[in-house]
């Protein structure tokens, strides 16, 4: 039994230096453990589950005839509604550094972070940088937040899509909030999983994305 439990150890910590190791890859290559266990969570969804009941999760599936998109692909080109009623496509924004921020009245966080989203505008939208904020939940609900908090950025409608727009863009596990970032050329360069800490945070990450 002694020479048994060695061996179930030494078998244990190999796997728990494994494991390390493929998480330190992942932290290594995003800059930060947060971001890194972020985008590991996203490439390998079924681990997800182990953090499950720290995020919102949705259940809505894409339709047969959306492809998921990868980092480097050209961004699909969405007609989503603003919140007078008209309707915009992405592709008006073309020629800038796009930020689309999804989110959601009942994410905390999500609320939490507008503020950064709203200076960054202010500060990088002259030299080329817009910020689109994209509402996952129910239209009245989003239409009363931007009431009582106004931005200086447009906010989009993600709902009547019918189904998680922000699957679309590689968020596999439907968690917010969820940013994606698009170069002038229209392809999606960064992806960031969770909130921002800091202004400073996401200026660099907007900056610092090819």
Not at 14 to 34: D, E, H, N
Not at 77 to 88: E, K, N, S, V
Not at 128 to 148: C, E, F, H, S, Y
Not at 154 to 161: E, F, K, N, S
Request: proline fraction near 6%.
């Amino acid at each position: 039994m002694k020479g048994a439990g060695r061996q179930l150890a030494i078998v244990g910590a190999a796997l728990a230096v494994g494991l390390g190791l493929w998480v330190g890859s992942y932290v290594w290559r995003f800059g930060g453990l947060a971001p890194g266990v972020a985008n590991l969570l996203i490439d390998h969804p079924r681990l997800a589950t182990l953090a499950a009941s720290g995020l919102h999760i949705t259940s809505s599936e894409l339709p047969s005839d959306v492809v998921p998109l990868a980092l480097g692909d050209q961004r699909a080109d969405l007609a989503l509604t603003d919140l007078d009623g008209r309707t915009r496509h992405l592709s008006e924004w073309d020629g800038q550094r796009v930020v689309l921020n999804f989110w959601a009245t009942w994410c905390h966080p999500c609320r939490e972070e507008m503020p950064l989203f709203d200076a960054l505008q202010n500060e990088l939208g002259p030299q080329g940088v817009q910020v689109l904020g994209i509402g996952l939940d129910g239209p009245d609900k989003i239409r009363a937040w931007i009431t009582a908090h106004p931005q200086s950025f447009p906010i989009l409608l993600g709902q009547p899509l019918g189904y998680d727009v922000s699957k679309q863009f590689g968020n596999r596990i439907s968690a917010v909030p969820y940013s994606v970032l698009i170069g002038p050329d229209g392809r999606l360069l960064r992806r960031h999983l969770g909130s921002f800490d800091s202004a400073g945070e996401l200026r660099d990450w907007v900056l610092g994305g090819g």
